[in-house]
């Protein structure tokens, strides 16, 4: 028993002095937060990331949450398709007016069966599935034939278009090590069958230029490879930017025939006169403004010539699903605004501006051009009474 009340003992003890030490440590940790709080707001420091002022410009401000016009969104992703319970999505839908979502994130097999399923069974009038493929077995001699059987059966079950992801042409290596190039003919194939079966294939390929840049403070996209340091292109390891798109464009001059949509107005929305002759020399090209928008935002003037010059050639797309960023779509599209918030800060550090766009040429980025390439959306009760 006396054995026992010194081990008591020597446990009472330790614990006191961890009690002491942790409430030391806690009581420098108040002391040292504190006194660099107040030596930053004495000094006037702060990180560039935290610096969000308020404007006291006044100007008009139109916060829009519903679109004009039913819109269809061309590109989403609803990585959860499969077993999502879309009543929810579809009310959120509603209420900013959207009639029709792509979600391009089909992947293939089970899964690409199963989100047809649920679409299918619950609401097949407002969304739309694109298939994915890999590229990993690009070696084997049945690689074009096993993709084209792939995307064939996909589209007899309903799937819309083939959606290829960035990693094409970036990550993306072959049996040896060697990176996949886009123009690669082994992908001939592919885009074979999708002019066949008159599918779009809406291609992501590359990045911000921006991203290859070096990380100092002359990049605009500095605060974004800050915080999502993997998004840094070190031009040591990876091919150009130029490269990239040379091969991009290489590619759909190689294969005209296939109707191509050109993602992130092909990371070409920061040199509108260089979109402008990439869509002049494609006819077979389209675009979409999925995450670009502060792009097109600080432009106002040269966008809005843009949209009115190519307005049979640009798709509404978002990327990422979050119901209050449309609205800043809408705001930007639809009125004349000055000098707003963009809604994610590492995407463009900057003000942004409305391009007030003619109502025929919203018509067309909203709904018109995506029914001319998805024909039966037309049946939509969104779309179905409109009279254009």
């Not at 504190?34 to 000094?43: L, V």
Request: aromatic share 14%.
């Amino acid at each position: 028993m006396g054995q026992n009340r010194s081990i008591n003992t020597n446990q009472l003890i330790t614990l006191k002095f961890l009690l002491k030490v942790s409430f030391s440590i806690i009581l420098l940790s108040i002391i040292v937060y504190y006194s660099i709080d107040t030596i930053q707001y004495k000094y006037n420091l702060m990180d560039i990331e935290d610096y969000d002022p308020i404007s006291t410009l006044n100007v008009e401000e139109n916060i829009i949450k519903k679109s004009k016009y039913p819109f269809v969104d061309v590109h989403n992703h609803q990585f959860d398709m499969p077993l999502k319970d879309l009543s929810k999505l579809v009310k959120e839908m509603d209420s900013l007016n959207m009639g029709y979502m792509v979600n391009l994130s089909g992947f293939r097999g089970i899964y690409l069966d199963k989100s047809l399923d649920n679409i299918n069974e619950n609401y097949p009038d407002r969304f739309g599935l694109f298939i994915n493929i890999d590229f990993e077995e690009i070696d084997d001699p049945n690689f074009g034939s096993n993709n084209q059987n792939l995307i064939r059966d996909g589209v007899s079950k309903g799937v819309i278009g083939l959606k290829i992801y960035k990693s094409l042409g970036l990550d993306d290596m072959d049996k040896f090590g060697k990176r996949i190039k886009i123009n690669d003919k082994r992908l001939k194939p592919i885009w074979d069958i999708c002019a066949e079966l008159n599918i779009p294939v809406l291609i992501h390929s590359g990045d911000p230029q921006a991203f290859w840049y070096p990380k100092d403070k002359f990049n605009e996209r500095w605060i974004e490879l800050k915080q999502k340091p993997g998004r840094f292109r070190d031009p040591s390891k990876n091919p150009s930017f130029e490269e990239v798109i040379k091969e991009q464009h290489e590619m759909f001059k190689n294969n005209p025939k296939t109707t191509f949509i050109n993602a992130h107005l092909g990371w070409l929305g920061n040199d509108l006169d260089r979109l402008s002759k990439h869509l002049d020399d494609n006819p077979n090209v389209i675009t979409e403004i999925g995450a670009v928008l502060a792009e097109l935002g600080r432009q106002p003037k040269r966008a809005r010539k843009f949209f009115i010059d190519y307005q049979d050639r640009i798709l509404f797309g978002k990327d990422s699903y979050k119901v209050s960023e449309y609205y800043t779509y809408f705001r930007v599209l639809e009125t004349d605004d000055e000098y707003f918030d963009y809604y994610r800060k590492r995407h463009g550090n900057w003000k942004i501006y409305g391009l007030d766009l003619p109502d025929e040429v919203l018509k067309k980025v909203y709904y018109k051009n995506a029914l001319n390439l998805f024909p039966h959306i037309r049946e939509n009760k969104f779309f179905k009474n409109l009279n254009d």
